[in-house]
C-alpha cells in the first residue's frame, strides 16, 4: 500500500521558517519525481515546488529564493524548506508523486498557517 505522510506544519510568524517533511512508503521511492503542492483556502492546488529523481529543482514564480526542495532517497523521504514565510504561504501542504498519465500519488497534507 502506497503511503505519503506529511508532517511539520504549523502555526509560524510572518519572515518565520518551516520544514515540511513527506515520508514514502509501498514505493520504490528512487523512481520517482516528487513534489509540493498547496492549497490555499478558496483557491486551487497549486504546484509550489518539484524534484526530478536526478535532482533537477524547480519552483513556482513566489517560491524561488525563498524555498528549497531536496530529497533523500535513503530515507525515502522529501523535505520543504520554507524561510521568510509570508501570508500568501498559508494553505495546506500536500505531497505528490506523479505516475504518468495524469495521475499520481498524494498525501494528505499539512496545514501551514503564516500569521502574526
Known amino acids: 500500500q502506497v503511503q505519503l505522510v506529511e508532517s511539520g506544519g504549523g502555526l509560524v510568524q510572518p519572515g518565520g521558517s518551516l520544514i515540511l517533511s513527506c515520508a514514502a512508503s509501498?514505493?520504490?521511492?528512487?523512481?520517482?519525481?516528487m513534489a509540493w503542492y498547496r492549497q490555499a483556502p478558496g483557491k486551487q492546488r497549486e504546484l509550489v515546488a518539484a524534484?526530478?529523481?536526478?535532482?533537477?529543482?524547480n519552483y513556482e514564480d513566489s517560491a524561488w529564493g525563498r524555498f528549497s526542495i531536496s530529497r533523500d532517497n535513503a530515507k525515502n523521504a522529501v523535505y520543504l524548506q520554507m524561510n521568510k514565510l509570508k501570508p500568501d504561504d498559508t494553505g495546506i501542504y500536500y505531497c505528490?508523486?506523479?505516475?504518468?498519465?495524469?495521475?499520481?500519488?498524494w498525501g494528505k497534507g499539512t496545514q501551514v498557517t503564516v500569521s502574526s
Open positions: 509501498g514505493i520504490f521511492f528512487s523512481i520517482y519525481d
Open positions: 505528490n508523486a506523479p505516475i504518468g498519465n495524469g495521475m499520481a500519488y
Open positions: 524534484i526530478t529523481t536526478d535532482g533537477r529543482t
